[in-house]
């Protein structure tokens, strides 16, 4: 539950999903999403949702079978219990959905393809589970462009699952689908890539509007097309975005292709050596 829960006030709710092997206690263990929230709450980047960890294992025959069982499971009697025992809204607007790994893939497969209920996509190094593009988009991606105010797809370039993500990204493209493909650089199927991720994904539903009342984009976040850190605008996060951050700090340029906002990485309105750290702990790991 988000600091100062209150039955007063609707949230918006976002579903966030664990990775084969794992629980509902995985990402608590290991990612710590709720810190994650807590600063970005207290630093007034993003306003208080609530955040939901179901377990994806639902019992099935076969792995399949239980993959399937859990899209039932959501959809049909934790998303109904969330909105009947929760203040919350109850609209896609106001309604997202992520994961990792098997999550990832248990994200597209049911984000996708169930856009009456989600608005908000957040895909990271998705596994071998995740549906062929042709069921993800049976439409060629009509209604993914029409509803999706988020879509984000990331991976690490050395992650052995890349040619999934990378699958997904390209299919997009052809099909003229807005998305951001966000690529850490040297990061593997782990968990600085994932948190990484959920940093990112979280801010940019909540400047399309997740947690806001008319959709609008708050004064000190980036529009929603924008990805932090994507300073020329190419969908990932790399050695050139960071090339071009020295650039600017040195005084040699005064701007980005993709604006000053995607390289205020603290979103406090001021662009400097402190921006250049968070954004090379991104690129680099360190």
């Given at each position: 539950?988000?600091?100062?829960?209150?039955?007063?006030?609707?949230?918006?709710?976002?579903?966030?999903?664990?990775?084969?092997?794992?629980?509902?206690?995985?990402?608590?263990?290991?990612?710590?999403?709720?810190?994650?929230?807590?600063?970005?709450?207290?630093?007034?980047?993003?306003?208080?949702?609530?955040?939901v960890?179901?377990?994806?294992?639902?019992?099935?025959?076969?792995?399949?079978?239980?993959?399937?069982?859990?899209?039932?499971?959501?959809?049909?009697?934790?998303?109904?219990?969330?909105?009947?025992?929760?203040?919350?809204?109850?609209?896609?607007?106001?309604?997202?959905?992520?994961?990792?790994?098997?999550?990832?893939?248990?994200?597209?497969?049911?984000?996708?393809?169930?856009?009456?209920?989600?608005?908000?996509?957040?895909?990271?190094?998705?596994?071998?589970?995740?549906?062929?593009?042709?069921r993800?988009?049976?439409?060629?991606?009509?209604?993914?462009?029409?509803?999706?105010?988020?879509?984000?797809?990331?991976?690490?370039?050395?992650?052995?699952?890349?040619?999934i993500?990378?699958?997904?990204?390209?299919?997009?493209?052809?099909?003229?689908?807005?998305?951001?493909?966000?690529?850490?650089?040297?990061?593997?199927?782990d968990?600085?890539?994932?948190?990484?991720?959920?940093?990112?994904f979280?801010?940019?539903?909540?400047?399309?509007?997740?947690?806001?009342?008319?959709?609008?984009?708050?004064?000190?976040?980036?529009?929603?097309?924008?990805?932090?850190?994507?300073?020329?605008?190419?969908?990932?996060?790399?050695?050139?975005?960071?090339?071009?951050?020295?650039?600017?700090?040195?005084?040699?340029?005064?701007?980005?292709?993709?604006?000053?906002?995607?390289?205020?990485?603290?979103?406090?309105?001021?662009?400097n050596?402190?921006?250049?750290?968070?954004?090379?702990?991104?690129?680099?790991?360190?």
């Open positions: 539950m988000p600091p100062g829960y209150t039955t007063s006030k609707k949230y918006s709710v976002m579903y966030l999903l664990h990775g084969i092997g794992g629980n509902e206690d995985e990402w608590y263990n290991n990612g710590a999403p709720h810190l994650i929230l807590d600063n970005l709450i207290a630093a007034g980047k993003i306003e208080p949702f609530i955040l960890l179901p377990n994806g294992n639902a019992s099935g025959y076969g792995v399949a079978d239980g993959w399937e069982n859990f899209t039932r499971d959501l959809t049909e009697s934790l998303i109904p219990y969330i909105e009947n025992n929760y203040s919350v809204k109850t609209d896609s607007k106001h309604r997202a959905i992520a994961g990792l790994s098997m999550g990832g893939g248990q994200t597209l497969n049911i984000g996708l393809t169930h856009l009456d209920l989600f608005q908000y996509v957040g895909a990271f190094s998705s596994a071998p589970n995740t549906y062929p593009n042709n993800l988009f049976p439409d060629n991606g009509a209604a993914a462009r029409n509803k999706l105010k988020t879509f984000f797809i990331s991976c690490g370039t050395n992650d052995y699952l890349l040619g993500s990378e699958g997904v990204h390209n299919f997009c493209v052809s099909q003229g689908i807005p998305h951001t493909y966000w690529l850490v650089q040297g990061g593997g199927h968990w600085n890539v994932w948190k990484q991720s959920f940093w990112n979280v801010q940019m539903a909540c400047a399309a509007g997740f947690t806001d009342n008319d959709g609008s984009t708050g004064p000190n976040q980036p529009g929603p097309d924008v990805l932090l850190g994507d300073l020329n605008g190419d969908g990932r996060v790399d050695d050139n975005d960071l090339y071009m951050m020295m650039m600017y700090l040195f005084g040699w340029i005064n701007d980005f292709p993709n604006g000053l906002k995607a390289a205020d990485m603290n979103q406090d309105n001021v662009i050596d402190l921006d250049f750290i968070i954004l090379r702990q991104i690129v680099w790991g360190w």
